[in-house]
Structure formats: C-alpha cells, structure tokens
C-alpha cells in the first residue's frame, strides 16, 4: 500500500507536543545528564556510534558563525541527543532537535541547508528479516553511512510495529522514487498476505545528516502497519471469491474481519458513488471532490482513496489521538477501534514507542 506524502502534507494531524516551548524541557522522568560529545562517544560502542555524526561534522564550517555560550548549548545539546538516539527514545531526541534547531535558525543558520543528507540508493534494495532482525549483509555498493541509516531506518519500524505483528514482516526494502513522493509502503511478497514488506523511502527518511524525520516517519509507520494488520491472511482470504464481503487487491475479506466491518458500518452506502468517482484511477481531482462531499466522515484527505486507505489513515488517528466524543462519522470510524480489546492494546504499546 503506497503512501503518498503530497497528500499527507496536507492533512497533518496536530502536532502531540503542542503547546511545549522550544525553550522549556519537559520529561515524563528524570533528565539524562549533560554530558560532553567526548564522553558520549567513550560511552557508546563503536557499532552504535557510528549511527552519528560528531558535533564538528554535523555543523561543519557553520560552527563560525556562533560564539563559545551557543556553541557550548549546542554541543550539550546534541550530547543529550545522542543519549536518546542511542536508547531509541525518538520523541524526547526530536523535542531536543527542535530546541536546537532554534538555536540555528536564530543565529540565521538553516537546519535544513546545514546538515542535509543525500543517499546515493537510486534502486531498491532488500535484506531479510527473521525474528524482527535484519540480514544487513556488507555490500561494496553500499557505503558504510548508507548502511549505518539502513540500521536506523529499520530500528525505528522495529519499535512501532508491535511485537506480536514483527515476524510477519520477513523483507526491509530501502528505496527511494525521489525526494517528497511515497515515503513508505507494505505488500505481501508472495501474495498470501502471511508474510509482508516494509519498504522506506530513505531520501524522505532523512532530513538532516544523523536524524530520521521524526513524527511523520512514525504515523506513517504506524499507517502501514495498519495494513498488515488489516489485510493480513487472518483477515483477508487471498484470492476473489463470489461474496458480500469487502474484496480488495489482496483478495475477499472475511466477513469478521476489521475492513469488511468497517467498510459495512462507513462504506457501504456511498461506495457505488465512490466508484464512479473513481473510475480513473489517475484523476486525482475526482477523489478530491468525493472527499469535498463527504469531509466529515473522513480523518484527511487521503482517507477517501478508498476504504483499505480510510481504515489505514483513521487507524493512525486512533493511535496517535485522544479518544474522541464521536460526534462526526470521522471520529465515530475512530471509535470503531475502541470496540476491540486487542486493538486497544496494540494502541496502548504503540503510543509508548512514539
């Protein structure tokens, strides 16, 4: 399933964090300690270091353009930072990189422009995966930095997807179809929908050199994960059989199962007319107008593509929301998950990884 990240730009949720001040650092627990970039690196191996730049390679020739307190706060900083990446505690590590990024950007320096990073991936490639781990096998072709975010890239899916769905991913796939297109996408290689691949966009993943993008990358993990969860071989018979139920590209669901629940309760009576709109897959201006129509039963935009997308996108809010009073049909498709105990639980253990 393909996740356009044009569309998603438009419809982005509001921000979790809001409301917390670049300036001010509030933790669920204890600060870590400020510690040097020297210390830090003595206490990281080897392996796990070299995940990250040092602090002179990631501003290079822009450390001029700083006194000695900005340059300090900067260094004390990024070895905060440092601390969280290296425990995969991402949410705290991107409110200390927004910190430090103001600090950029008011001594007129651009994060972006400073510390850009660029792969050289022009075509896929795949490792496999067993048990959650990832075969990251050495290839000449891959530069050691390339390898070190496949790493990155792979540990942070590792932390979101749920444990009991992680041996159902069996292919990590980097690619990369230019930069701001699909950031990332799930198919069943086989097409039996018990095994999946994950595939992530590593020219989107990466916005400055050391960092993954942060919360879009992980609600769009979160959304791909939804189609493994719901299109499954638990939930999907793979082949097209003569039925009421939902029939989809993975095959006809079963009559149990969360899409063809979902696209009974919210689907079912406008999906002749979806259909019409959306005779030509390519007209992106049809699917706008049939979202226009009926905005209130949809979470963005991109939900409206059709109903295994519209269950993917309101599954994300579901997650990364607070639960909501229902009074829209979008917040009532919300809702819908609530009704299941195991889909509360899954919300519960991804939220503590975002």
């Known amino acids: 399933m393909k996740f356009n990240k044009k ?4 419809i982005l949720f509001l921000s979790i964090i809001s409301g917390i001040a670049l300036s001010r650092r509030i933790y669920d627990e204890p600060k870590h300690a400020v510690k040097s970039d020297t210390v830090i690196k003595d206490e990281l191996d080897s392996e796990e270091y070299e ?9 290079g020739e822009e450390l001029e353009k700083f006194n000695e307190d900005q340059i300090k706060e900067l260094r004390d900083l990024y070895s905060e930072i440092l601390v969280y990446e290296k425990d995969n505690n991402y949410r705290k590590a991107d409110l200390l990189w927004e910190e430090f990024d103001s600090i950029l950007e008011k001594a007129g320096v651009n994060p972006e422009d400073c510390y850009s990073y660029e792969s050289d991936v022009d075509e896929i490639i795949s490792y496999k995966v067993s048990n959650g781990n990832v075969n990251f096998k050495f290839n000449e072709e891959v530069s050691k930095e390339d390898m070190n975010k496949y790493k990155l890239m792979w540990n942070r899916s ?5 444990k009991s769905y992680i041996n159902r991913i069996t292919e990590f796939e980097i690619m990369t179809d230019g930069k701001d297109e699909t ?15 994950l595939a992530i966009d ?8 050391g960092k993954l993008i ?4 992980d609600e769009t ?24 139920n939902y029939i989809t590209d993975e095959g006809t669901t079963k009559s149990n199962s969360y899409l063809n629940l979902f696209y009974k309760k919210f689907w079912a009576d406008i999906f002749e007319e979806f259909k019409a709109y959306n005779e030509d897959e390519e007209n992106e201006e049809a699917i706008v107008e049939f979202y226009d129509k009926y905005k209130n039963r949809f979470v963005s935009e991109y939900s409206a593509t059709n109903p295994e997308e519209d269950i993917a996108e309101t599954f994300k809010a579901f997650v990364v929301s607070d639960k909501p009073k229902g009074k829209s049909i979008a917040e009532k498709k919300m809702l819908f998950f609530y009704d299941f105990t195991e889909l509360v639980k899954i919300r519960e253990e991804i939220r503590k990884s975002l």
Do not use: R
Request: no cysteine; hydrophobic share 40%; proline share 4%.
């Open 7 to 10: 569309i998603l730009a438009l």
């Open 51 to 59: 995940y990250f730049s040092s602090f002179e390679e990631l501003l």
């Open 158 to 162: 590792k932390k979101i997807i749920p």
């Open 183 to 197: 950031l990332a996408y799930v198919y069943s290689p086989d097409n039996k929908n018990k095994k999946w691949t």
């Open 202 to 209: 590593i020219k989107d993943a990466f916005h400055k050199k």
């Open 214 to 217: 942060g919360k879009e990358l």
């Open 221 to 244: 993990i979160v959304h791909e994960f939804a189609h493994i969860l719901t299109l499954n071989d638990n939930q999907v018979i793979p082949k097209e059989e003569k039925s009421l």
